[in-house]
């Protein structure tokens, strides 16, 4: 079939990109569901870090691509051997496919399927095959998803039955920033009832793990980012301080508030100075977690005395260290009991066409979560 697609054919260009157009919007052919495998009706797809920086050259991947990795849709069709969805289901993407079987999935830990990793970096699907293409030429999958489009085939590992009754744009931010944010905080073990946490970077990422601070019973959550409107967001989720990230006597401020430190630190900007801050912030004993994405030449230097004499951990983070069949559920649970309210972190509801405007403001700082909305 043929389908309109955001397709990504070179990275690295300057912003801004209403004007530059990183992404085309071009005609490309999907093939059917092979075994295993599942045609999608996209409804709603979000735009993410993830997807700019594979745009600006961070996270280099096999081109020409079709972007996008979180989203919503309704099943169309399933493949040889898929007997527990059919036509109508509505679904969430989850941009780890996991094989079952590998020692990360065995031990529950789908987020590192290994097979999942490397089909991912090929840009292929979890079965090998690829099901995009511009006539002769393959057109890469993105993190087995490539939601920037009408309609996508993907494994049946890639997604998350879901109830009818939640919105599909509401559904497709489960997919990534609820899953990635609430997740680090529910499954990481480090932030629980009457302790104190911090969350540095408040996308749309970020303030979910906010949300998830606040849910799971924290009496302190510490939020930090550079742009004010986005900490008074924060407050207004319940945030019980917000601090300026360029503030040069952060740290010391953070400590005080505190007395001495918070529990957890999660950080969500993708960067080494929020992630050294955030170890700053810890206090003795305490857990730091990041789950952002640096470009991949980043290093990270700290005092390595400090892991032993004050029994510190530093960890990361990725697909909110979670099982997404048992997650993604759970997260709809509590936002149906309004104590995840997901809806606000949707600031854009856009047309495909209206893409590469989305991700300037992405790139600015202007908006939280945009979804492309498909009818």
Do not use: W
Not at 5 to 28: N, Q, T
Not at 89 to 102: A, I, L
Not at 170 to 179: N, Q
Not at 344 to 360: E, K, S, V
């Amino acid at each position: 079939m043929k389908i309109k697609a955001a397709v990504l054919e070179d990275m690295g260009r300057a912003g801004p990109y209403a004007a530059s157009r990183p992404l085309k919007i071009l005609d490309v052919e999907l093939d059917g569901p092979g075994p295993g495998e599942v045609l999608v009706r996209i409804a709603a797809a979000g735009l993410c870090h993830s997807d700019l920086s594979v745009i600006n050259g961070d996270r280099p991947r096999p081109l020409p691509m079709v972007l996008g990795h979180e989203a919503s849709g309704v099943v169309e069709e399933v493949g040889a051997g898929v007997d527990d969805l059919v036509r109508g289901d509505h679904v969430v993407c989850v941009f780890v496919p996991s094989c079952g079987h590998c020692a990360p999935c065995a031990q529950g830990r789908p987020a590192l399927c290994e097979p999942g990793a490397e089909h991912n970096g090929k840009g292929d699907l979890l079965s090998g095959g690829f099901r995009l293409h511009r006539g002769e030429a393959r057109v890469h999958h993105h993190c087995g998803v490539s939601c920037f489009a009408e309609y996508a085939t993907m494994s049946r590992r890639s997604l998350v039955k879901v109830q009818k009754e939640v919105p599909l744009h509401i559904a497709a931010l489960m997919g990534c920033a609820v899953l990635t944010g609430t997740g680090a905080v529910f499954n990481g073990g480090d932030v629980g009832p009457g302790g104190k946490a911090a969350i540095i970077g408040l996308g749309g990422v970020g303030l979910a793990a906010v949300m998830g601070a606040i849910a799971i019973g924290a009496e302190t959550v510490v939020a930090i980012d550079m742009f004010e409107p986005k900490l008074a967001l924060a407050r207004e989720l319940g945030a019980t301080h917000a601090f300026n990230g360029s503030d040069p006597d952060l740290v010391a401020k953070v400590k005080e508030a505190t007395k001495g430190g918070v529990d957890a630190a999660l950080e969500f900007a993708g960067s080494v100075k929020a992630l050294e801050m955030g170890y700053a912030i810890t206090r003795r004993g305490g857990t730091t977690v990041t789950a952002g994405l640096p470009n991949p030449k980043a290093v990270l230097s700290l005092p390595a005395v400090s892991l032993v004499a004050e029994e510190r951990t530093l960890k990361g983070s990725y697909l909110g260290s979670g099982v997404p069949s048992r997650d993604i559920p759970r997260f709809l649970g509590l936002y149906h009991r309004g104590r995840l309210p997901v809806d606000r972190l949707l600031t854009h509801r856009i047309r495909l066409d209206d893409i590469n405007a989305g991700f300037d403001r992405l790139a600015d700082g202007s908006a939280i979560r945009q979804v492309v909305e498909f009818n």
